[in-house]
């Protein structure tokens, strides 16, 4: 077992609306990430997977509002860090971002030059400007990224482009653990490829130690990730290995996420698309019992009672939902 | 570089166009009169002329200016080509003078007065407007319900207040003219200082009229550029507040260049009437009495001016503009 | 729509501003009907009426009286007549005449008029005072006698064959009538105009000519706007450059000159509200058009457009039912400011003498260029035209607060 990267202890984090209403996007969430490995969370969009990603920076603004948790980042807890030591000493350094709009992700009117000076100045203010640009240069070469693009403005880019650019300025100071938050959902096939292929790069060249890759495109996690993650309304409700969470889900909205979906993998392609009915719930009054018992064409009375905690079965996995695995299986197949 | 000419280059084309325009219509607009122009006007003009060899040289003056046995075409290509050479005919209220020398005694009062009180009012307007997006809470409450109220004070309502309140109740400042209506002007510092003083009053009530619809803008223009992505984003990698609100100030800040060139039009109609309030000896006062004494020629070529000013100083903004922001660039000069 | 009709009262700063314009709207209809009548009739023989309650003095004198004994009464009318500025050149005429003031404060009365009365001679000549103070100081020290030595009052009528006076009643200093037993009681609030007209009732007259000039031609400029941007947004190519070409050309030559020129061009007498309303609204709808057409593009490769194009709906049913429904609410806020653009633009028409014909209705355009032309403001008479600029700020600054709300709600990233 490697050296645990990020390790994040029952966090909770709340929007407050301008109403002063409470929406409990984030609840509860556990979990952790060793040195050189990616994990992928998914779900459709609403269920707080954003929001998570968000959260796991440790620095929180409005409407964002931490409540309770920890956040440990290679031994460190920065949850216990006031604001300003988080920006200075974590953000961009420890734990970077990839936004989900990549697209205005830059200030479109500074060279991508100047912004990178930005980001150094605050956390190696010792580093002249000279050292900046070969420390860029050097980078964005080994990244496959043209140098010239250091003297452009972000208008002047394409969008793939901007999103590798992105990339590479928020893992400059390789970080510990990077958050990538559908970085490739708005664009194309080609420069989704590429921007998969240079994450895997930088995890490879040991520019990040670790990755948590979100997305509510199922088959890109499976070529992505080693283990992923399934959220549903501001929940962890399933956790495995890629394999098994894509050929054997146990959680029924897990599986009906998968359903969803088709996997480009011989074996699943004939497996009928399932959309699942309804949306996530209303997080400011979540329900009591199973938050996802409204929708589940499983669910008895119970489960609108009872609420679960994860459980462990086999080789890292756990699930939420208070069947058995065995019975859940049972009913899986006989449709 | 070609870029750069390119769009210049257009700009310029543009600009020719509508002064084409402007001029056609300067032309034609009167010529839509119901019934025989040439006598509506000449009648209404000579009213009140004593001398009967005036009132002839005015009306062979106008048969000839308006060529009515011509071809409207060639009506309007000599009447263009008057305009270029300035050569406006005389002027009926003040015979013999000449239009063009009313004018050039009256245009520059008014830039003096409305170039500095424009630029002024959207510095201040543009501070404010930003400290109210930045500050929020208590300043922005007490600055957005003030700046909408000025912005909606008619700028002549503006003149009156403060003419009534600085020149009448506390008589501090002069109540009209340009300077002391008993003296002449040349440039000794009694006649500097006379000018100065009666510079104020004016100067201000543009200046604040400006000030309240700037702000408004600026606020959210700013606040929109606060909830940008590169926002989010640049407090990720953690950079500094200071450094952000650089950004946001610099983003909002730029498309307000352009907001002062299309309000312009508008803006300077407002300032020339509050320039009649004080009877400022300025194109507004020419224009009011081209109106009042049925001067034809005289506000035919008032307006004018006016247009041309607005075109030229519109075509000034423009350029400036596409240098300094690269959006601009990114988007014109690539085409 | 109910629930955004609820969303949009829970702005505050949309309630305020209704909550304005609803008072200036319920002041434009209430006060003709409480105060019937031509609102340009002329009351006062006279310019420049003060605001406030006019009592018949004819009637007054032949109502019951009652006697009231007040004891503050002798040094108000005292007051009416001793104003400070009276009292300080008081004290310079002393100064003047030679006569020592030491320990004298003019906030004392009853010192300064013993001294006064001890030393006052109008015979005298001080030196360095003009002729014009020598006879200011005489109508002062007339009318303090008046009141200072109360004289019962005659009131006498006049044979017309003998010119005989006879008397009919004598007037006390503590006679008093009641206002209501008065025949002839006109209040003006504020006051009457240049030409002697009730300024409050022509005001209510001139915020309805104004608001239905702001209405027709904010409708005009929106709906020319409205169809353009449309228009130019949706089908785009070279409907798009044509519209767009005309747009520009209109926006960078000032409506304000084109208002001017044509106003100019129809004629005085061409001229009513309903013309000046719609060259207004000829002249002023190109920041809609722009306006719109940028919603417009930014709706039309949404997926519910696009299906209905799939679907072959024809262009005036996907404008009616995929574009339009979308863009209402803009569309709303571009006509509350073009509204008031409008009546601000109708003001400054008039005040260039290009308003409507000055002889059937008043504007609020039209009373302050009337105000401006009598120099009210130079003299004091704030009642002709301070209430019509505030009236003007007040209309436009409701309908901008009410527009602020309205962004609020509808444009989720202006909220607090």
Known sequence: MGKVMLEVKDLKTKYITRFKEDVYAVDGVTLQIEEGKSLGIAGESGCGKSTLALSLMGYYFAPLHYTSGDIIIDGRNVSTLDTDEVRREVLGKEIAYIPQAAMNALNPTQKIIRFIEDVIKVHKPEMTKPEVYEMAKERFHILGLPEKVLDQYAVELSGGMKQRTVIAISTILSPKVLIADEPSSALDVTSQKMVIKMLRDLMEKGYIKSMIFITHELPLLYNVTDDIMVMYAGQIVERGSAKDMVFDPIHPYSKGLMGSIIVPETGTREHELIAIPGTPPNLKKPPAGCRFAARCKYATPECKIYNMEMKEFGEGRSQRCRFSVEHLREVYANG | MSGYRKYFGKKILWFTITFVVAVLLNFILPRLMPGDPVAVITAKSAQGMSEASAVKEVYEHYAEEFGVNDPMFKQFITYFKNALKGDFGLSFSQYPRKVSDIISDAIWWTIALQLPAIIVGWLIGNTLGALAAYIRKGFDKAVMPVALFLSSLPPFGMAVLLLVLFAIKLDIAPTSGGYGYDMIPNFSWTFIKSVISHYQLPFWSIVIFATGGQAIGMRSMSIYELNADYVKYSRFLGIKDRTIVGYVFRNAMLPQITGLALSLGTMIGGALVAEIIFSYPGLGTTLLSGITMSDYPLLSATTLIITFMVLITTFAIDIIYGFIDPRVKAAQFDE | ?416
Request: overall charge negative; charged content about 15%.
């Open chain 3, 1 to 416: 729509m109910k629930h955004i009709l609820s969303q949009v009262f829970h702005s505050g700063k949309f309630v305020v501003g209704f909550c304005i314009f609803m008072s200036i709207l319920l002041l434009m209809i209430f006060y003709p009907i409480f105060n019937p009548g031509n609102p340009l009739q002329i009351v006062s023989i006279g310019t420049f009426a003060e605001p406030g309650i006019y009592v018949s003095v004819y009637d007054a004198v032949d109502s019951d009286m009652n006697t009231l004994k007040l004891d503050e009464a002798p040094a108000k009318r005292l007051d009416s007549v001793l104003k400070s500025e009276d009292r300080v050149k008081m004290v310079m005429w002393f100064d003047a005449a030679g006569i020592p003031v030491d320990n004298l404060s003019i906030h004392d009365t009853e010192a300064l008029l013993t001294l006064w009365e001890e030393n006052y001679d109008a015979t005298i000549r001080p030196e360095g005072m003009t002729k014009a103070d020598r006879n200011y100081f005489q109508r002062l020290d007339g009318n303090l006698k008046k009141v200072i030595v109360t004289h019962d009052k005659v009131l006498a009528r006049q044979d017309p064959s003998s010119s005989e006076l006879s008397v009919i009643r004598t007037i006390e200093d503590t006679d008093y009538v009641n206002i209501k037993k008065v025949a002839n009681v006109k209040r003006l609030p504020l006051g009457t105009d240049n030409f002697g007209r009730d300024v409050l009732k022509e005001l209510a007259a001139a915020i309805k000519t104004s608001i239905f000039i702001g209405l027709v031609a904010g409708s005009i400029a929106t709906l020319i706007g409205l169809t353009f941007g449309l228009l130019s947004g949706f089908i785009g190519g070279l409907v798009d450059d044509f519209i767009m070409f005309i747009t520009n050309i209109f926006t960078v030559i000032p409506a304000f000159v084109l208002l001017i020129l044509i106003s100019y061009s129809i004629g005085q007498d061409q001229r009513g509200p309903t013309t000046v309303a719609v060259v207004i609204g000829l002249t002023v709808w190109t920041w809609t058009a722009r306006a719109v057409r940028s919603q417009v593009i930014s709706l039309r490769n949404r997926d519910h457009v696009n299906l209905s194009k799939l679907s072959g709906h024809n262009l005036f049913l996907i404008i009616f039912t995929d574009i339009l429904p979308y863009i209402a609410s803009y569309v709303i806020m571009a006509l509350i400011l073009q509204i008031s653009g409008a009546i601000l633009a109708e003001a400054q028409l008039s005040l260039l003498g290009l308003g409507p014909k000055t002889t059937e209705v008043p504007t609020l355009g039209l009373m302050m260029n009337w105000s401006m032309l009598y120099t009210a403001h130079l003299n004091g008479y704030w009642w002709a035209y301070f209430p019509v600029i505030l009236t003007i700020a007040l209309i436009s600054f409701s309908l901008n607060l009410m527009n602020t709300g309205l962004d609020q709600v509808f444009n989720p990233t202006l909220r607090d």
